[in-house]
């Protein structure tokens, strides 16, 4: 019962990005593991999984709006919204290059490795620009009543 409580004091985006984040590199771990050489990789893979998911849950751990500036909100909410674009086009660029490799042959002894990294970028920078939009959206309605 304790697992379920700490899982419900975290952050609501985390808990979406932990879960999708979960649930796409298992499905996917589990397609290669049929087809992988080494269950080393797979073992590398899944600490790379661990480490993106424990590495990334202090930017989506909340503060509170009275220790910041007056206008520290907007400009954390539009931060937010470039770092997820920034890292949804870094996301998108390496999947279209491990699409082309895949097309032309080549193959990497780290392809569950890179399918985890790939899927954690295009993941986290999607979390990024939903919570800046709404931080944004937010703070914009503050401002205006």
């Known amino acids: 019962m304790g697992l379920f409580q700490w899982w419900q004091h975290l952050p609501p985006p985390y808990r979406i990005f932990a879960t999708a984040f979960g649930a796409i590199d298992g499905i996917i771990l589990a397609a ?14 899944a600490v790379l999984a661990a480490i993106f998911l424990m590495s990334f849950y202090p930017f989506f751990a909340p503060v509170q709006t009275s220790k910041l500036r007056p206008s520290a909100p907007r400009s954390a909410a539009i931060a937010r919204i470039a770092v997820g674009s920034a890292i949804l086009f870094a996301g998108g660029w390496a999947l279209v290059g ?16 890179g399918i985890v990294f790939v899927t954690g970028l295009i993941a986290m920078g999607g979390l990024f620009l939903w919570s800046g939009k709404k931080k944004l959206r937010d703070t914009i309605k503050a401002a205006s009543s």
């Open 32 to 45: 290669v593991a049929a087809s992988q050489r080494s269950w080393l990789h797979l073992a590398g893979a």
């Open 98 to 113: 491990a699409v082309l490799e895949t097309i032309g042959g080549i193959s990497s002894a780290y392809f569950a490795e």
